[in-house]
T-cell receptor, first 114, second 112 residues
Framework: EAGVAQSPRYKIIEKRQSVAFWCNPISGHATLYWYQQILGQGPKLLIQFQNNGVVDDSQLPKDRFSAERLKGVDSTLKIQPAKLEDSAVYLC????????????FGPGTRLTVL | KQEVTQIPAALSVPEGENLVLNCSFTDSAIYNLQWFRQDPGKGLTSLLLIQSSQREQTSGRLNASLDKSSGRSTLYIAASQPGDSATYLCAVRGQGAQKLVFGQGTRLTINP
């Protein structure tokens, strides 16, 4: 079974630039999560999708971050404009059903904002 | 608001030792608790998931325990090996909540 795929693996941008990350969850997984992990900290949930609907985006900085999952499969996370404090690893995870099933994580995208 | 704390932040032990990693959480009304492993530059790998009704789970040399009433979980690693070197994260899911709340992790180094 293929795991969660993410691209790119690494990205370096200047502050105020925009960037987008892509995630392809495990086939058949209805729930998709985006997490931000700052160096030395645990991951923090940014947004959760159930199919193509948003379940929780309470911790998403909506003035600069946006995410979509148009067909209920792949998802993109965008930052525009980026700030220095956005430097982090962005992790995508998926689970079979909402809420209470085990989450499977992708390798992450490491973003450096200069 | 649920808060998860892991102590110690870093641990270094010689190969072959048994060791315990600690995780504490402030709200005991959890649905389950999950332990993850994270290697440098990699994503998270799920190690063990304990439902709130369970007291422990075992997988190979790993044993995780859960004491909901005291808000604690431990991850026991037996006969540690250099390949066990990684960051270990615990995460809890509250009842009725769908998101995981993570601790900051324990960075483990096993010295040959």
């Amino acid at each position: 079974e293929a795991g969660v795929a993410q691209s790119p693996r690494y990205k370096i941008i200047e502050k105020r630039q925009s960037v987008a990350f892509w995630c392809n969850p495990i086939s058949g997984h209805a729930t998709l999560y985006w997490y931000q992990q700052i160096l030395g900290q645990g991951p923090k949930l940014l947004i959760q999708f159930q199919n193509n609907g948003v379940v929780d985006d309470s911790q998403l900085p909506k003035d600069r971050f946006s995410a979509e999952r148009l067909k209920g499969v792949d998802s993109t996370l965008k930052i525009q404009p980026a700030k220095l404090e956005d430097s982090a690893v962005y992790l995508c995870a998926s689970s079979l059903a909402p809420g209470f099933n085990e989450q499977f994580f992708g390798p992450g995208t490491r973003l450096t904002v200069l | 608001k649920q808060e998860v704390t892991q102590i110690p932040a870093a641990l270094s032990v010689p190969e072959g030792e048994n060791l315990v990693l600690n995780c504490s959480f402030t709200d005991s009304a959890i649905y389950n608790l999950q332990w993850f492993r994270q290697d440098p530059g990699k994503g998270l790998t799920s190690l063990l998931l304990i439902q709130s009704s369970q007291r422990e789970q075992t997988s190979g040399r790993l044993n995780a325990s859960l004491d909901k009433s005291s808000g604690r979980s431990t991850l026991y690693i037996a006969a540690s090996q250099p390949g066990d070197s990684a960051t270990y994260l615990c995460a809890v899911r509250g009842q009725g909540a769908q998101k995981l709340v993570f601790g900051q992790g324990t960075r483990l180094t096993i010295n040959p």
